[in-house]
């Protein structure tokens, strides 16, 4: 059994100075964001990252009176070239995986982009895009990067 | 079953109950007549006199008395007996003008007293139990009424009074509370305030019991309370003018029995003022039978319920009002529209996805009434998708449409957004002028 990466999603309200409170309360936690999106809906939002250390960050956030939940994700190694999209995504379609959103990211350690995916079936995701060839990281490759 | 703190009359046949009143409402009147220049110059208006009034039906000869009649003849103009034999005072705030006083001689005290010792026997308290105080002690009637009703039934009273939410928690679990008594909305923020403690209600104190009133609730809160922390929650009734908080309702949970010895109710329909049928909602009026600094004579309180006749399961025979559904005057217009705000909470405390706290806030756009219900979304209720989140918007808005039969706007908001409230909350912020 692989141990999932876990994102962490918050609820916040859409209005100035909320993402600095989510910034500040993480960063007085040393915790490190890999990556991070917003999906907005009008005065609500979701703020969905990627952490080095999720459980911690979990911990604060609802420490601090956020509504916060833990949603396992896959991140995948995608190639920086034309096409490397294509190949993840298709792998997918192609197995009837459903994904519900995606983000990317790039560190300077890494040569290759890093996608951030949620999926309906995690499991069959895993082993389609592994078929594939395609490199899914591990909790603690995404915690050392 | 609880026992009876006073098996005799709380057991009393109807008829015999009826004659009881019928005779002390005979005395009411011609007392009330004999001392205060105020009701001699209502009956006269009204065109009654004292030897009128010969039966229990004869009371809706009487005139009315209303919260008015309280600020106009400020400070004591109401009262039957010189300020000499008066006791105690407690003043109501004066939000919408004057405040009010009501005095009580030694008797009023010790009637106050046994109404509540009566009330708290029929929750199952006694000698053994150990009552928390978190009203408001002072010029409020919640905190010495409480107080003096646990101490008649020999409990052991910590006296706390509002705030200090912290250190309310400790002295619960180091004086071994079994029972509070607050507003509901400040148990709420007490258990959120446990909670960040690290301290359960349920495993980690030996409370048991809690009465909750001076402010509407609903059947769904008591039912969160209930499963959030293993307490059984209580009702209590009763506002200044009349004393301040005298009747719960009884383990039985059907109802807030009104002792009828002390008090003859009447529910009336708010516009006509016709007696409404037993079962029917109306609005409260009380006449007070055996209160002598202030009595009151078919006062009308203002707030909404439904009264039942027919003795309880336990056993009483003393008329029943039902959970207290609004206030006349804090009935909300909306769009022509009477909306209740325990409306609104019913519906929202039955949404799990929903926190406990919640305000309603009416603006007018152009010629347009606009209310929006703001809830604190809390984590058992947090999907991460944006799709699931706005479909529960939908559901709380369509659920509300459902029972008020308007429109509301609902905004989503973190936890801890919504003001807390030590004392009465704040539920309604109306910005319209009109």
Redo the contacts between chains.
């Keep these: 059994m692989v141990a999932e990466l876990k994102q962490i999603s918050l609820f916040v309200e859409n209005k100035p100075g909320r993402m600095a409170k989510v910034s500040k309360t993480l960063s007085d936690a040393g915790v490190n964001i890999r990556a991070m999106t917003i999906a907005e809906a009008g005065d609500f939002g979701v703020i969905r990252m990627v952490v080095d250390n999720s459980e911690k960050g979990y911990q604060v956030l609802r420490d601090s009176g956020f509504t916060v939940s833990m949603t396992d994700v896959l991140a995948v190694e995608m190639k920086d070239a034309p096409g490397g999209l294509y190949e993840i995504v298709n792998a997918l379609g192609d197995n009837d995986i459903n994904v519900d959103y995606a983000y990317a990211f790039v560190t300077a350690k890494a040569e290759k982009a890093m996608l951030i995916l949620r999926v309906d079936d995690i499991g069959k995701a895993r082993k389609a895009l592994i078929s594939k060839d395609v490199k899914v990281a591990s909790k603690e490759e995404i915690q050392r990067l | 079953m609880s026992g009876y703190w006073d098996p005799h009359i709380e057991r009393m046949p109807p008829e015999e109950l009826r004659t009881l009143q019928e005779d002390r409402l005979k005395s009411l009147v011609r007392y009330v007549y004999d001392h205060s220049a105020f009701y001699r110059q209502r009956f006269k208006e009204a065109g009654v006199e004292p030897g009128d009034i010969k039966t229990l039906d004869d009371v809706t000869k009487l005139p009315f008395t209303k919260k008015v009649d309280l600020r106009d003849t400020y400070p004591t103009g109401m009262f039957c007996l010189p300020r000499s034999s008066v006791v105690r005072y407690h003043v109501s705030s004066g939000t919408t003008g004057k405040p009010t006083v009501v005095g009580y001689n030694k008797g009023d005290i010790d009637t106050w007293a046994e109404s509540l010792a009566r009330a708290l026997t029929s929750i199952g308290l006694g000698r053994s139990d150990v009552m928390q105080v978190s009203y408001g002690y002072g010029l409020f009637t919640g905190g010495l009424g409480l107080h003096y009703g646990a101490e008649r039934i020999g409990a052991a009273v910590i006296p706390v009074g509002v705030g200090s939410t912290e250190r309310q928690i400790i002295l619960m679990q180091d004086l071994d509370t079994t029972a509070i008594a607050c507003t509901p909305s400040y148990f709420l923020h007490l258990i959120e305030v446990a909670d960040k403690m690290g301290v359960s209600i349920r495993d980690d104190t030996q409370l048991k019991v809690g009465i909750f009133g001076a402010e509407p609730w609903s059947l769904e809160t008591r039912k969160r309370i209930e499963s959030a922390t293993g307490i059984k929650a209580y009702d209590i009734y009763g506002t200044s003018e009349i004393s301040g908080p005298l009747f719960t309702d009884c383990s039985c949970k059907n109802g807030i029995h009104v002792w009828g010895d002390m008090f003859l109710t009447e529910v009336l329909d708010p516009k006509t003022g016709e007696t409404v049928e037993d079962g029917e909602r109306g609005e409260l009026v009380f006449t007070t039978l055996n209160k002598f600094a202030m009595p009151l004579i078919r006062y009308r309180i203002g707030d909404l319920s439904i009264m039942e006749t027919e003795p309880c399961e336990c056993g009483r025979t003393h008329p029943r009002i039902m959970r207290i559904l609004g206030r006349t005057d804090d009935m909300l217009i909306i769009r022509g529209i009477n909306v209740f705000p325990s409306q609104v909470e019913s519906v929202l405390m039955g949404i799990p996805a929903v926190g406990d706290h919640w305000q309603i806030i009416v603006d007018r756009d152009g010629p347009l009434d606009v209310m929006t219900v703001r809830v604190e979304?809390?984590?058992a209720g947090?999907?991460?998708?944006?799709r699931d989140?706005?479909s529960l918007k939908k559901k709380v808005s369509k659920e509300l449409k459902g029972v008020l039969n308007i429109a509301a706007n609902v905004?989503?908001?973190?936890?801890?957004?919504i003001p807390r409230s030590e004392g009465k909350a704040k539920r309604v912020i109306d910005n319209r002028n009109i």
Excluded: A, H, M, Y
């Design positions: 979304l809390v984590e947090f999907s991460d998708k944006i989140l706005l905004d989503l908001v973190e936890p801890g957004t």
